[in-house]
T-cell receptor
Framework: EDKVVQSPLSLVVHEGDTVTLNCSYE??????LLWYKQEKKAPTFLFML????IEKKSGRLSSILDKKELFSILNITATQTGDSAIYLC???????????FGQGTELSVKP | DGGITQSPKYLFRKEGQNVTLSCEQN?????MYWYRQDPGQGLRLIYY???????QKGDIAEGYSVSREKKESFPLTVTSAQKNPTAFYLC???????????FGPGTRLLVL
């Protein structure tokens, strides 16, 4: 059965800290991995990763994929209180483009 | 503005009542999805539709029904057979041949 597992499930840090969120996967015919940020309502798209070792970066957020070890990490440097959210990773399944989601990591950044 | 809208934002259901959650998109996306989110469980797929007049069950379809009469619209009905409907419901859509799904703002369903 295809699955995506995230760790940790929750994390509390202070402003300015750097955090690393983990996502491992076992997905048949793996094609890509997606990261989303969810602040109370709709998840918003962050990154899509398809190739190993190529870092995607957006401001203080960056992500990389390791297709050999079947995992991805999302790094956030110099965290701010506005980074507090649930971070979701997902991989497309075989049928209908449906996404298989991990449980999410709830990040709380304290001032 | 292009986007996905869901209504209502909050919905209250009485015992034995069917309720319908609305999802509309003007992105001209082909596929649409309904997910349920419970605390600590991530998103679970209820139903999805890749084209008009066709839809498939997801992982937790029991107690739910959908229709896809128009490309823009994919309403979800939570029936009285769904014994634990309290959750946050998210609708998403995707353009054909692309992997990324885009989400609406969600509907929070509560049981009275």
């Amino acid at each position: 059965e295809d699955k995506v597992v995230q760790s940790p499930l929750s994390l509390v840090v202070h402003e300015g800290d750097t955090v690393t969120l983990n996502c491992s996967y076992e997905v048949t015919n793996f094609r890509s991995l997606l990261w989303y940020k969810q602040e109370k309502k709709a998840p918003t798209f962050l990154f899509m990763l398809t190739s190993s070792g190529i870092e995607k970066k957006s401001g203080r957020l960056s992500s990389i994929l390791d297709k050999k070890e079947l995992f991805s990490i999302l790094n956030i440097t110099a965290t701010q209180t506005g980074d507090s959210a649930i971070y979701l990773c997902a991989a497309p399944g075989i049928e209908g483009g449906k996404l298989i989601f991990g449980q999410g990591t709830e990040l709380s950044v304290k001032p | 503005d292009g986007g996905i809208t869901q209504s209502p934002k909050y919905l209250f259901r009485k015992e034995g009542q069917n309720v319908t959650l609305s999802c509309e998109q003007n992105l001209n996306h082909d596929a649409m999805y309904w997910y349920r989110q419970d605390p600590g469980q991530g998103l679970r797929l209820i139903y999805y539709s890749q084209i008009v007049n066709d839809f498939q069950k997801g992982d937790i379809a029991e107690g739910y029904s959908v229709s896809r009469e128009k490309k823009e619209s994919f309403p979800l009905t939570v029936t009285s057979a769904q014994k634990n409907p309290t959750a946050f419901y998210l609708c998403a859509s995707r353009k054909q041949h692309q992997e990324t799904q885009y989400f609406g703002p969600g509907t929070r369903l509560l049981v009275l």
